[in-house]
């Protein structure tokens, strides 16, 4: 992928505007790194997510219960330590990988005098487990599967290290980059531009967020993301409710609280309106 990219920009990208997609596999699992970023990280030196083990399995639903406690996708990793140290330095590996050919296609531009003219976005269609919860790969809605990396680079306007402080979504993507190329940007879309918050990421606003899996289907769910909650709707299982400001990890089910029923009744209604179960 990085050598057709770089090739792609060698013979298009001086002649002329570009819009040019990496689609990199890594860092998915299976995680298989080349053994020279394989041995930048040791199992014995990986820390287990301290949530390993942790969940109140009576309070959440019926299929994350069954993930953590029959793990049909990598059985190798349940009560077996030191393979999950492993796991995740291998996963590691995997991101250091994927870092340095980034280095090496963002390289290309700047030596093709192109970085100066160049919007550039990082982002990915799903986040990775990686042992929280006693849960990998992705599927659910806890943060470290659902909360994806989104970075822009985007030359006179973003500045290095700067997070915006407002939960955004990806559907935004297409009109921003609308905006920033001075295309009209047309009604109907899903996202509004982001833009503002590139340009004053400081400055939060109320957002709203969504997500869903499997919609039409007997597994179906979504998520809403209100402010400093979260709460996920299951189809035929438990629903959840988070406060992802007192309860970052997402340990404490609120959706059974009786001081929290308007609360999810009122972010059931804001879900529902976006996309109402069958």
């Not at 402010?227 to 089910?253: H, I, Q, S, V, W």
Request: net charge neutral; charged share 25%; proline share 8%.
């Amino acid at each position: 992928m990085t050598r057709e990219s770089v090739r792609f920009l060698k013979n298009h990208g001086k002649s002329q505007p570009f819009f040019l997609i990496s689609s990199y596999l890594k860092p998915h699992d299976p995680f298989m790194p080349a053994q020279r970023f394989a041995n930048m990280f040791r199992p014995e030196d990986m820390q287990i997510p301290d949530t390993y083990g942790k969940i109140d399995l009576a309070t959440v639903p019926k299929e994350i219960r069954e993930s953590i406690t029959n793990d049909r996708v990598t059985p190798e990793l349940r009560n077996h330590p030191e393979n999950v140290k492993r796991h995740i330095a291998f996963y590691y590996a995997s991101l250091a990988q994927m870092d340095d050919n980034i280095g090496i296609v963002l390289k290309t531009l700047r030596d093709l005098s192109l970085e100066g003219d160049t919007i550039v976005i990082y982002t990915t269609d799903h986040g990775e487990m990686l042992g929280e919860h006693g849960l990998w790969q992705k599927t659910v809605f806890y943060e470290p599967s659902v909360g994806v990396p989104l970075i822009f680079r985007v030359p006179g306007i973003t500045s290095p290290g700067t997070r915006c402080g407002t939960s955004v979504s990806q559907v935004g993507v297409v009109a921003t980059l609308l905006e920033l190329a001075g295309i009209p940007v047309p009604s109907g879309l899903d996202g509004a531009s982001l833009v503002p918050d590139l340009r004053q990421p400081q400055k939060t606003r109320d957002s709203t967020v969504f997500s869903e899996y499997a919609l039409g289907s007997p597994r179906a769910k979504a998520m809403i993301r209100s402010g400093d909650f979260k709460y996920c709707y299951y189809a035929n299982d438990t629903p959840e409710l988070y406060n992802l400001r007192d309860d970052p990890k997402e340990m404490n089910n609120l959706a059974q609280a009786p001081a929290q029923q308007s609360r999810i009744e009122d972010l059931q209604a804001q879900l529902f309106k976006w996309h109402k179960p069958a």
